[in-house]
């Protein structure tokens, strides 16, 4: 039997440490959503009433996040650009609200990549519809978002690579020296596309003497999804191609800094991975590429699976010769399914301590919700098990705003930049079906590190 007055002294004991227990705040854990940004780790905007939606983003040297995509004008898709400020509150400085819309030309504009110029200014790239063609399209913005009259015409530049037929931009990279590098697809050439501007928005001549270089990376149709450029100036396309009988896989080219494929680079500057069983890429796309320090090069996209809406994460990591890098879970590539359902990386980030961050989209079928999905691999390519759930983390915005019960559709990442206290910001797409119509909202998301 235990003394009264030891009874006392131990409920008291016992009453202390629930009180501290209680009272003491539980440590975040990487990957939770950051409580300080935005409404609980997430900040929903919407550009018009129409379907918006974020294609990419990165983050200014002031903290600031801009994010660029498609929103609605009048009748027509329009270049739609946002800026928020640390806290996820929109930045009233840019285009006064926060938001700012371009016209690229008369009737259909969608933005897919961002970049950010030494000198602050904004570089928006992706592809407007003229006179019934698609071409490249770019922008240039001033710091408070008001278009740059100094690049290209009154801030605009349109580029085409055949006399007729369609061409599309998918990524851009900003050279040290201020030159602009733009990626996509020729589809009347089925090929590789690329572009560099000088400052000023004109066509570099001293890139393949016009400025525009095409490339046939595979036996197929070729479409570019991302690019990077090396310390050293060269130029790093990720892709893919297909065929009638299937998809043909990833492939990987490096140009010199003219604009020639570079032949140190795999076979004669191509570098080809296949993610999935067969003998083609069962539906392999890229859609992001980061070198690292040490010169390797990683790819993320979507690696194919057995059956429709079964794919996964995948990635693989290439050697500075375009080998594929065994020190890579062996053989220099690693697939990840976060769902039983379709799983699809759009974008990936380095960390400083090499870790490496690919975001996509989760549980992508019919009748299921999609949602944001980021994982987090070791330099190794092992799922970092100190992350989310053994590495995997899914993100659900449960409803389009606080007063509105209608929940969406889905959510998609489509863009990843890790700030440099760690923490990591996601931008995207939350979609809900609205009075018979698709209703698109810009969505981010910040998680600890």
């Not at 961002?114 to 490249?136: C, E, K, M, Y």
């Not at 040290?176 to 009347?188: A, E, R």
């Not at 359902?341 to 079928?365: E, M, N, T």
């Not at 330099?379 to 100190?386: I, K, M």
Request: aromatic residues 8%; glycine residues 14%; hydrophobic residues 40%.
């Amino acid at each position: 039997m235990v003394p009264p007055a030891r009874r006392g002294r131990l409920a008291l004991s016992m009453a202390l440490v629930a009180a501290v227990t209680w009272a003491a705040p539980v440590e975040a854990a990487p990957g939770d959503l950051d409580r300080t940004f935005g409404d609980g780790g997430r900040v929903v905007t919407n550009p018009t009433k129409w379907s918006d939606g974020v294609a990419d983003m990165t983050i200014q040297s002031n903290g600031r996040i801009v994010v660029v995509g498609r929103t609605i004008g009048r009748r027509y898709g329009m270049f739609g650009l946002a800026r928020y400020r640390p806290d996820g509150r929109l930045d009233p400085t840019f285009g006064g609200d926060g938001l700012v819309r371009t016209n690229m030309a008369k009737r259909e504009d969608s933005a897919t990549a961002v970049a950010i110029q030494p000198d602050g200014r904004i570089v928006a790239v992706g592809t407007a519809n003229v006179q019934a063609r698609w071409l490249f399209a770019i922008a240039r913005y001033d710091r408070d978002g008001t278009l740059d009259t100094t690049f290209g015409k009154n801030g605009r530049v349109r580029i085409g690579f055949t006399p007729s037929g369609d061409d599309a931009a998918a990524d851009v990279a900003i050279q040290p020296d201020g030159k602009i590098v733009v990626i996509g697809s020729s589809f009347v050439l089925d090929r590789f596309a690329l572009a560099r501007l000088d400052p000023d928005g004109t066509l570099d001549d001293t890139f393949h003497a016009d400025g525009k270089v095409t490339t046939n990376a595979g036996d197929g149709t070729d479409s570019a999804g991302a690019v990077a450029i090396q310390p050293d100036g060269k130029i790093v396309v990720a892709g893919q191609s297909w065929t009638l009988s299937g998809w043909d896989g990833i492939d990987v080219v490096r140009y010199e800094t003219d604009g020639t494929m570079d032949p140190t680079f795999g076979t004669d500057g191509i570098a080809t991975v296949d993610l999935t069983e067969g003998s083609d890429g069962a539906g392999d796309m890229a859609s992001g590429i980061a070198i690292q320090p040490d010169g390797k090069i990683v790819v993320a996209g979507d690696a194919g699976g057995s059956a429709e809406f079964t794919s996964g994460f995948g990635l693989a990591r290439f050697a500075e010769d375009g080998t594929l890098d065994v020190t890579f879970q062996g053989d220099g590539t690693v697939v990840t399914d976060v769902t039983r359902w379709d799983d699809s990386a759009s974008d990936l980030a380095i960390q400083p301590d090499g870790k490496i961050v690919a975001v996509g989209v989760a549980g992508y079928s019919w009748d299921t919700v999609a949602t944001f999905a980021h994982v987090r691999y070791d330099p190794d390519g092992t799922l970092d098990g100190s992350f989310g759930d053994n590495g995997k983390l899914r993100t659900r915005f449960p409803t389009i705003a606080s007063d509105d019960p209608v929940g969406i559709v889905g959510a998609w990442a489509t863009g990843v930049a890790i700030q440099p206290d760690g923490k990591i910001v996601l931008a995207g797409s939350a979609v809900r079906v609205l009075d018979g119509h698709l209703d698109g909202r810009f969505a981010l998301a910040r998680y600890r590190g």
